[in-house]
């Protein structure tokens, strides 16, 4: 079992930045790809970004591309996403996942284990 808790949401105007964390604990965090969703009322989960264990695969969503960027610190067992210059759009409730597969993936059934989210406002 791997136990996921994020932080780092709040609200933040058009432009801002924030850093969401995802702190792991359980079975060894370092052999997991790790992922950061997202979810605005109304809508599907969508993929955001995602980093393979021994962080030598990265893969972002076009919507992020330029403007987030995930990383991990397997010593603290810990995943970061820096996002950067945000949009009304970005609005949603962020979710860190692991997997328990070494490979980026995409689509959120390919993931194991879930944090339980931090809502993340962007102000117009």
């Known amino acids: 079992q791997v136990q996921l808790v994020e932080s780092g949401g709040g609200l933040v105007q058009t432009g801002g930045s924030l850093r969401l964390s995802c702190a792991a604990s359980g079975r060894t965090f370092s052999r997991y790809a790790m992922g950061w969703f997202r979810q605005a009322p109304g809508k599907e989960r969508e993929f955001v970004a995602a980093?393979?264990?021994?962080?030598?695969?990265?893969s972002y969503a076009d919507s992020a591309k330029g403007r987030f960027t995930i990383s991990r610190d397997n010593a603290k067992n810990t995943v970061y996403l820096q996002m950067n210059s945000l949009k009304p759009e970005d609005t949603a409730v962020y979710y860190c996942?692991?997997?328990?597969?070494?490979?980026?993936?995409?689509?959120?059934?390919?993931?194991?284990?879930w944090g339980q989210g931090t809502q993340v406002t962007v102000s117009s």
């Open positions: 980093k393979s264990w021994s962080a030598r695969t990265t």
């Open positions: 996942a692991a997997r328990s597969l070494d490979s980026v993936s995409g689509r959120p059934d390919d993931y194991d284990y």
